[in-house]
């Protein structure tokens, strides 16, 4: 049996919370790179509310992109699955910097992932 994650300030503490507070704790959460309360706080069928990853204005993957390494962004994007909606794309226009370049290249990475499983290549031998 695998022990379910219990966040250290307990069920009943995040339970209370509304949909802002929940959406912000995940984005504190996010900072600190604490990816059991992330996931808690996004999925936990012990929550009635769950986080939204695209809260506080795209508070999670803003931070991302002002981070000096890059595990946050990956964990958003390939981890998290984090949507590439118009407003990412609009703060990725409007940045337009290097880490956005990154962002933008893994995104398109993520996809070129998904298509992976479904072709199939046709190798051809050399041999008679």
């Known amino acids: ?14 339970e209370d919370f509304n949909k802002e507070q929940v959406d912000m704790a995940c984005f504190f959460a ?8 992330v996931n808690f706080l996004l999925s936990s069928p012990k929550l ?27 964990y958003l994007i390939f981890n998290l699955n ?9 703060i990725l226009s409007l940045t337009n910097d290097n880490k956005s370049k990154l962002a ?3 995104f398109e990475t993520r ?10 290549i046709e190798v051809k031998s050399n041999k008679l």
Request: with cysteine; hydrophobic share 35%; glycine share 6%.
């Open 1 to 14: 049996m695998i022990n379910e994650y219990i966040p250290p300030l307990g069920i009943k503490y995040y």
């Open 30 to 37: 996010v900072g600190n790179k604490d990816w059991q309360l």
């Open 48 to 74: 009635s509310k769950h986080a939204n990853i695209h809260g506080v204005e795209n508070g999670a993957f803003r931070f991302a992109l002002t981070c000096p390494d890059n595990d946050i962004l990956e």
């Open 82 to 90: 984090i949507k590439k909606t118009k407003e990412i794309e609009k």
């Open 104 to 106: 933008i290249s893994l």
């Open 111 to 120: 996809e070129l992932n998904k298509e992976l499983p479904t072709k199939h």
